[in-house]
């Protein structure tokens, strides 16, 4: 039997990449995918009107990957829609979104598959996730949404401090967002992304209403994957300080009652304020700025790209 035929007895896979002038970033994930042990896949690269020509460059080393071209800058969740409409339209069974500064290892998508293709109560499905830089630290390792602290928690910090038993699948209430495979008869049920979050929150949000429509979640450790933080949007910045604050709150209001809300605004306020002033950046009155702008915009709800 040929590789072809082979191929057609498996579930088809279709990942989504999303490109935001990032070139060197992209390239090493799609290598990294190239190396895969599971080869029934196919691959999108969304471009979220790059101004580097980076996908340009991307699509003549990789001509074989699908390419699409938006017209505007829709953010995480647009993008990813873009992508996941296309391979919904080629009939994928599942889909992986993933982050463009995500490296799997080579038997990662052919763990994640093999855990979740047998298990019908099980929607979605990720990897253990490391750090790029310290290969021993988890970067993410699951866990859920602490509303009081403003931010997803993690269950463990160091693989040292994990239960030996976590060698085997466990469920959360968070998959790591940078890189989920999801069932696509799940996705039909439940929707796309909700595009009112422009760049986070778009996947703990749509994690939450698969929660919501009884899908369960697992982490498969035997899957592992490599993240760098914030490659593309760069970590610190007042366009992630602006984005995380708005769309945090937009969380809580979609999600949790208004006295949360109400608490979540005051605390999380609060809590960026004192991390601005304590920080070493030279860049304290724009953070300032944009801070006041991401709860001003919140307040008005102002939703999709705000800066």
């Given amino acids: 039997m040929d590789i072809q035929s082979k191929n057609k007895l498996k579930p088809k896979v279709g990942i989504v990449i999303l490109n935001w002038n990032n070139f060197s970033d992209t390239e090493e994930t799609l290598l990294a995918i190239k190396k895969q042990t599971y080869s029934n896949f196919e691959v999108v690269i969304v471009d979220g009107k790059s101004s580097d020509n980076s996908t340009h460059k991307i699509q003549k080393l990789f001509p ?167 490659a593309t949007t760069g970590r610190g910045s007042t366009k992630v300080l602006y984005y995380d604050s708005r769309d945090f709150l937009n969380y809580v209001f979609k999600h949790h009652g208004f006295l949360t809300l109400i608490y979540s605004f005051i605390k999380s306020y609060i809590q960026r304020l004192i991390q601005i002033i304590n920080s070493k950046t030279d860049n304290k009155p724009a953070q300032f700025q944009y801070l006041n702008l991401a709860y001003l915009h919140f307040i008005l709800r102002k939703s999709g790209k705000g800066i």
């Avoid at 080579?106 to 750090?131: A, F, H, T, W």
């Avoid at 693989?159 to 699948?169: G, N, Q, Y």
């Fill in 64 to 230: 074989q990957h699908h390419y699409i071209y938006l017209t505007k800058d829709t953010g995480y969740s647009g993008g990813n829609n873009a992508g996941i409409k296309y391979l919904l339209s080629k009939k994928a069974n599942y889909v992986l979104s993933m982050n463009n500064d995500v490296i799997m290892n080579s038997d990662c998508l052919e763990n994640l598959i093999q855990y979740i293709k047998n298990k019908n109560d099980v929607g979605l499905v990720g990897p253990r996730m490391y750090s790029y830089s310290s290969r021993n630290m988890f970067q993410r390792s699951g866990g859920y949404v602490n509303i009081f602290r403003s931010k997803p928690m993690p269950k463990w910090i160091k693989e040292s401090e994990a239960p030996k038993e976590l060698s085997l699948p466990y469920e959360v209430k968070k998959l790591p967002g940078a890189l989920i495979l999801v069932k696509t008869e799940a996705i039909k049920k439940v929707g796309l992304m909700d595009e009112k979050f422009f760049l986070y929150y778009g996947d703990t949000d749509w994690q939450k209403r698969f929660s919501n429509a009884d899908y369960k979640q697992f982490v498969v450790p035997r899957a592992r994957a490599y993240h760098k933080v914030s």
